[in-house]
């Protein structure tokens, strides 16, 4: 995709938030317990590469991703012998891949172990696969469901020398929410599957950030870290942080067009929005193909510390608000961050739009550069 760096729209990454992030919660946590940073899915639309040095920087002990060709971008681009942990399912067909990077992998099944075993042939190496063994407590997504399974799977693996039985985890479905009923039900299943093990794994997982934030006491070895590491509220507006974090994303343009409005001139497709007399229009150049979603078109962009209303229908690559009065071309226009002490938060206006900041943060495209403050 080609960038658009002939354009004003810039989405600028602030490292030493994240990396002030990354020290909060090493503070808050137990003291002796790993972080592993969640750099998945572009860490999270800011820039794996980027966001992984800043937060190896500030000490993270490995990195969490979700599909095995962004751990091998990682270990190509600067993170050569570090822990990377491919949380998602990984194709047997890789093993050797796999084994020969160092990359652990989450497993789910018996079957998934030997049909990677077939793949081990085709290894330049005679490195062992690294095992994680997903456990399903109540997300319904991955993993193993009982204790039956989980101690065949111990069976077979603890016979097999061609891996590495390195760790054992679940992943909770409402660690953001106010009812802790869920949580405690998957921590309780969790620690009964742990438990049934002839011989805990080295590293036993459970945690993301809402876990991390709001029940730290659970006894683990590791914390995966990702939306908190950015500077954002896992629960959006439903739990309060409980220290604070800096937002790391800063989504700014730039006025490109202005003029002034006669009553009832409409606005974009669909001729939706009619103006008032004398109303002052500006261009942005951000559309719903930068990921600035149509569904955002009840929010406000900030200019010049006033929040200004989106108008008409988002359109492919722009959009228009209205201006309390005229502005040059050229005058900064806020879309996600601060401007003048007020601010838009993804988390905030995730609420408005039926979804959740993760959602906002990873949907901002390629086609928007990233500039980095370090
Ligand atoms: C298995 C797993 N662990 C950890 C995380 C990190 O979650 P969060 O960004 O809420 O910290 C994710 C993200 O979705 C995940 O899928």
């Known amino acids: 995709m080609a960038v658009g760096n002939h354009r004003p729209t810039i989405e600028t990454v602030d490292l030493g938030a994240i990396k002030w992030n990354v020290q909060q919660i090493r503070q808050a946590i137990t003291p002796g317990k790993k972080i592993f940073a969640v750099v998945k899915a572009d860490a999270y639309g800011l820039g794996a590469i980027p966001v992984a040095k800043a937060a190896k920087e500030a000490g993270v002990d490995g990195f969490c991703v979700a599909v095995l060709d962004e751990a091998l971008e990682l270990r190509e681009q600067g993170m050569p012998e570090e822990f990377i942990l491919v949380m998602g399912p990984t194709e047997p067909e890789d093993a050797a891949l796999i084994a020969d990077q160092s990359i652990s992998v989450a497993v789910s099944s018996i079957e998934w172990l030997k049909e990677a075993l077939a793949y081990l042939e085709g290894r330049k190496t005679k490195k062992p696969i690294r095992v994680h063994l997903a456990t399903d407590t109540g997300m319904g997504r991955i993993g193993l469901r009982t204790v039956e399974e989980v101690q065949a799977f111990e069976g077979y693996i603890e016979n097999q020398g061609d891996f590495i039985f390195e760790g054992i985890f679940t992943h909770f479905a409402t660690a953001d929410g106010e009812d802790p009923t869920q949580v405690d039900k998957q921590l309780a299943y969790f620690q009964e599957l742990v438990g049934c093990l002839k011989k805990r794994p080295p590293i036993v997982h459970l945690a993301n950030s809402a876990i991390t934030l709001w029940h730290e006491s659970f006894q683990t070895d590791a914390i995966r870290l990702g939306i908190a590491m950015y500077g954002y509220n896992p629960s959006d507006t439903v739990l309060d942080l409980p220290f604070a974090l800096k937002p790391s994303v800063q989504l700014d343009t730039k006025i490109s067009f202005v003029k ?60 228009m608000i209205s201006l309390p009065k005229e502005y040059p071309i050229g005058t900064k226009a806020t879309l996600l961050g601060k401007n003048g002490g007020i601010v838009n938060n993804p ?28």
Request: glycine share 10%; with cysteine.
């Open 260 to 319: 002034q409005m006669h009553e009832g001139d409409t606005i974009a497709y669909g001729a939706r929005y009619r103006a008032y007399e004398g109303e002052w229009i500006a261009t942005l150049p951000i559309g719903y193909a930068d990921g600035w979603r149509r569904d955002l078109r009840h929010q406000t962009v900030i200019v010049d510390g006033q929040r200004c209303p989106i108008r008409g229908v988002i359109c492919m690559d722009q959009c």
């Open 347 to 374: 988390s905030e206006m995730a609420v408005e739009i039926d979804t959740i900041g993760y959602e906002i943060l990873t949907g901002i495209n390629q086609r928007v550069p990233r500039k980095y403050l370090s």
